[in-house]
């Protein structure tokens, strides 16, 4: 009987027949898979998108009942299923099962003949589990890359037998929907893996921390001995150290040397523990004898340093080299130019102004313009000009409250108007240019 | 896009469920809910209603399925109205048709309703 889709009877409209518009079929195909991959994308989460999956191939092939079962733990568990009852339990995945999935990709109808022994295995075994359950089609998923699953699934609404075209289909299908399942697992090995390494990384940041605080206190711990033989430069070395960093980092040093630098900066007198004490704090000048024997220090310093492993480069050549002048009438070696390292030379010059402007046992400090005037006037002779500008441009920074993380130069105490001080420094600056 | 809202109004003995939007996703296992409950609440007419539905895809049918299913399970009665022809060939070529009656009109099914009792 033809379909009256016009009719205004009140008796009900003849539905069923075959004589659909051309093409209507094909056209149902199509979006049924467009909606099939939408499902991977769309579902909030694994279980959802295959949940999605699952009603897609039901509603496409026109079938009630199904079931998609993934191996875990050596055994087939139901993941998602519709029109059965919830609390299924898993079925074995026996040798011949697997051996049955690896060698077929292709739904397989049970009607048929030549079905393995593996997957009627199978199918009894769900259909035991799930008696309201008559499975008609058991599709294979994911097999050849490791990653079994089944897709069970029940007769069609009709009772009929799928169509060649929805056999095809739900063919395509599950091809896709084992490459979802696939990369599902190995994006969540992947996610464990992560987990795990980032463990392994938290708990490596913790052991460096802790390594470091060690080496930081180990570190304080030898000055902290200098300045208890030597009250008059206590602070001195956290001092210099700050001055140093801030001009390092000023020159845009890598972070291993200005690292350096601030370790060889905090250790350079450590020398001095060789050095008597009564020569540390005599209040007149030293005679030639004395002068020769604190002259000693930085050798001192470096062969105390060169037995440490630093974590950076060169602490111990630092620490010797902090007496050097450009000019080679500096002190251990009397190195010239290119022989004394930035480093060093950052060193001296940071040494240098914060022995100028602190009290000595022989003398009191300077006042910071004398200080200045002192540096600007040794700068080439002793002291490296980039270096200068550097000290000279941080200090300018600092006194016109510019921002700078923490303040550098402290203990300044004895310093003329900010106004003169700032001018002084202008005028080195533009000499230095 | 995808919305979709579930109504219902009991007419005497029949529930009649109104299915406005998009029948495309999960959100259409609300009306296997509201047909579910129904029946465990021992209603066994039901009358689904698509007048206000804008599209209905594999998932839609996989849903309708499910209720013609668990309607016959009980045999209660299942009448659709309201049918645009794309949902109407839709219903034929999937063969949910087979087993459920369609009207035009709300009145005219729940009429079949009454003639059915």
């Known amino acids: 009987m033809p379909l009256d889709i016009s009719t205004s009877r009140p008796e009900a409209n003849r539905l069923d027949g075959d004589r659909l518009p051309a093409g209507r079929r094909e056209a149902f195909t199509l979006k049924a898979l467009r909606d099939f991959t939408l499902c991977f994308a769309r579902g909030r989460d694994f279980d959802e998108s295959l949940h999605l999956a699952l009603m897609v191939i039901l509603g496409t092939c026109s079938i009630v009942k199904g079931a998609l079962l993934l191996q875990e733990d050596g055994e087939f568990r139901i993941r998602v299923s519709r029109g059965l009852p919830p609390g299924i339990p898993p079925i074995e995945a026996s040798k011949e099962l697997l051996a049955a999935l690896r060698r077929s990709i292709q739904p397989v109808r049970m009607g048929k003949p030549a079905v393995s022994k593996g997957i009627r295995q199978a199918v009894a075994d769900i259909e035991r589990a799930v008696p309201a359950f008559s499975v008609e089609v058991l599709c294979p998923l994911g097999a050849r890359n490791g990653s079994p699953g089944l897709l069970a699934l029940g007769p069609r609404i009709t009772g009929e037998a799928l169509t060649l075209q929805q056999r095809e289909t739900l063919s395509v299908m599950t091809s896709l929907l084992s490459s979802h399942i696939s990369n599902h697992r190995v994006i969540s090995d992947i996610f464990r893996l992560n987990e795990v390494l980032q463990i392994q990384v938290r708990e490596n940041d913790r052991l460096l921390t802790g390594m470091q605080e060690i080496y930081f206190d180990t570190i304080r711990a030898l000055a902290t001995a200098i300045e208890a033989k030597d009250p008059y430069t206590r602070g001195h070395s956290e001092r210099v150290a700050k001055i140093s960093v801030s001009i390092a980092k000023g020159l845009e040093l890598p972070e291993k040397e200005v690292q350096a630098i601030r370790i060889a900066s905090i250790l350079h007198d450590v020398g001095k523990i060789g050095t008597s004490r009564s020569i540390l704090m005599k209040p007149s000048p030293l005679n030639a004898e004395e002068f020769l024997e604190i002259r000693r220090h930085p050798q001192t310093s470096f062969e105390i340093l060169s037995e440490i492993r630093f974590p950076y480069p060169d602490v111990a050549l630092l620490a010797r080299d902090h007496h050097e002048w450009l000019d080679g009438t500096g002190y251990p070696e009397g190195k010239r130019e290119c022989q004394i390292s930035m480093g060093a030379r950052i060193i001296a010059l940071a040494d240098a102004f914060d022995a100028m402007v602190s009290d000595r046992p022989y003398r009191d400090s300077l006042s910071l313009l004398a200080a200045l005037g002192e540096i600007r006037s040794c700068l080439r002779s002793h002291y490296d000009p980039n270096v200068g500008r550097m000290f000279f441009r941080s200090l300018r920074t600092e006194l016109a409250g510019g921002a700078q993380e923490a303040p550098v130069f402290t203990g300044l105490e004895k310093r003329p108007s900010r106004a003169d001080t700032l001018a002084f420094i202008d005028r080195a600056l533009s000499d230095l240019h | ?117």
Do not use: H, P, W
């Open chain 2, 1 to 117: 896009m995808s919305y979709l809202t579930v109504r219902t109004r009991k007419a005497d003995e029949v529930l009649v469920v109104y299915i406005d939007g998009y029948l495309n996703s999960l959100m259409g296992e609300e009306v296997e809910r509201v047909v579910r409950e129904a029946l465990d609440a021992g209603c066994r007419k039901i009358l689904l209603s698509f007048e206000g539905t804008r599209l209905i895809n594999s998932i839609g049918i996989s849903i309708i399925i499910d209720i013609v299913e668990k309607i016959m399970d009980r045999n209660g009665t299942l009448a659709f109205c309201a049918l645009s022809r794309i949902n109407r060939e839709l219903f034929q070529m999937t063969g949910v048709a087979r087993y459920v009656q369609a009207f035009d009109r709300e009145e005219d099914a729940l009429g079949y309703f009454d003639q059915s009792a």
